[in-house]
Nanobody, 122 residues
Framework: QVQLGESGGGLVQAGGSLRLSCAAS????????MGWLRQAPGKEREFVAA????????VYADSVKGRFTISRDNTKNTVYLQMNALKPEDAAVYYC???????????????WGQGTQVTVSS
């Protein structure tokens, strides 16, 4: 399995932007679809975005479509989540995840990172 580590979380005002990064270990990174999921206190984990192994397919939750962009750089074994126009309801722990099957809107992933906190002040 691939090992994942997120960074880039923090405190931002509503309307602001953050970029999350997820660095992966292993030479097989380019074979994995990658995703971002999030979990707010007292709520279930939810899907945010996913990207195929080659980057040609992206999938977004309706709640973030048009505001968030997922991308990846297979030469750096890194996946990114650019978050713009942040809202207080985007506040959560954001998790990076990997799966060997298709990039799709799912909670079923093979590997998970430890998460990074995103706080949005109103």
């Amino acid at each position: 399995q691939v090992q994942l580590g997120e960074s880039g979380g923090g405190l931002v005002q509503a309307g602001g932007s953050l970029r999350l990064s997820c660095a992966a270990s292993g030479r097989t990174f380019r074979t994995y679809a990658m995703g971002w999921l999030r979990q707010a206190p007292g709520k279930e984990r939810e899907f945010v975005a996913a990207i195929s192994w080659g980057g040609s397919v992206t999938v977004y939750a309706d709640s973030v479509k048009g505001r968030f962009t997922i991308s990846r750089d297979n030469t750096k074994n890194t996946v990114y989540l650019q978050m713009n126009a942040l809202k207080p309801e985007d506040a959560a722990v954001y998790y990076c995840a990997a799966r060997l099957s298709a990039a799709t809107m799912t909670l079923e992933w093979d590997s998970w990172g430890q998460g990074t906190q995103v706080t949005v002040s109103s």
